[in-house]
């Protein structure tokens, strides 16, 4: 149980367009969700804190017009990258609050390489 | 001073070895503590959940918390090469901040044929 689920697993795109990552829970439901960037050999960065039906909480020096995130249902989460650029290429990692262990579980992450 | 402190490793054992892996943090609100096994390119994946000081078991895992001294453990017995990974403890407290979690930079393992 409690398995979350990211698409896609990987993707390239040219600098300045737009990506959207989603986020799924699989069988379970979420009321919050977060948004992670790991650099290599790095920890988890906290990007954003997620709740169902409301905006998300960004944390200190993320740019929510550039990180945007939806948290439509109770199973899905969105986070596009607008407009994005070289130094935007990172692993992003989302991770969903619930499950029998009121605890984080993480997806597989996404690897965004942007040209 | 980082509110998690962990050694980044990387700790390299032969197999069959028990493992230690150990943080020390600083916040005395942090009730919940957990560890993460991440592989390299994936995401953290949850090993063990505990609530407060004691130990926990789940087969050849065990974590240990001591709140007095603010050290949690995870011990590894009859490590497999499949163990090799990077482990991350993370902790939060009962309420407040969102319940994020504050992680420590992560001990890399490889243990060896």
């Known amino acids: 149980g409690a398995v979350v689920s990211q698409h896609p697993s990987w993707v390239i795109c040219k600098s300045g367009t737009s990506v959207k990552i989603e986020c799924r829970s699989l069988?379970?439901?979420?009321?919050?969700m977060f948004w992670y960037r790991q650099f290599p050999k790095q920890s988890l960065m906290l990007m954003a804190t997620?709740?169902?039906?409301?905006?998300?909480?960004?944390e200190q020096g993320v740019e929510k017009d550039k990180f945007l995130i939806n948290h439509a249902s109770l199973t899905l989460s969105t986070l596009t990258v607008t407009s994005a650029h070289p130094e935007d290429s990172s692993f992003y990692i989302c991770?969903?609050?619930?499950?029998?262990?009121?605890?984080?579980?993480f997806g597989p992450g996404t690897r965004l390489t942007v040209l | 001073q980082k509110e998690v402190e962990q050694d980044p490793g990387p700790l390299s054992v032969p197999e069959g070895a028990i493992v230690s892996l150990n943080c020390t943090y600083s916040?005395?609100?942090?009730?919940?503590f957990m560890w993460y096994r991440q592989y390299s390119r994936k995401g953290p994946e949850l090993l063990m959940y505990?609530?407060?000081?004691g130990n926990k078991e789940d087969g050849r895992f065990t974590a240990q918390v001591d709140k007095s001294s603010k050290y949690i453990s995870l011990f590894i017995r009859d490590s497999q090469p499949s163990d090799s990974a990077t482990y991350l403890c993370?902790?939060?407290?009962?309420?407040?901040?969102?319940?994020?979690?504050?992680f420590g930079t992560g001990t890399q393992l490889k243990v060896e044929l």
């Open positions: 991770s969903a609050r619930g499950g029998l262990v009121d605890t984080q579980y």
């Open positions: 069988d379970f439901q979420a009321t919050t």
């Open positions: 997620s709740n169902e039906g409301s905006k998300a909480t960004y």
């Open positions: 916040n005395s609100a942090f009730q919940y």
């Open positions: 505990t609530y407060s000081s």
């Open positions: 993370a902790m939060r407290g009962v309420t407040g901040g969102g319940n994020k979690l504050t």
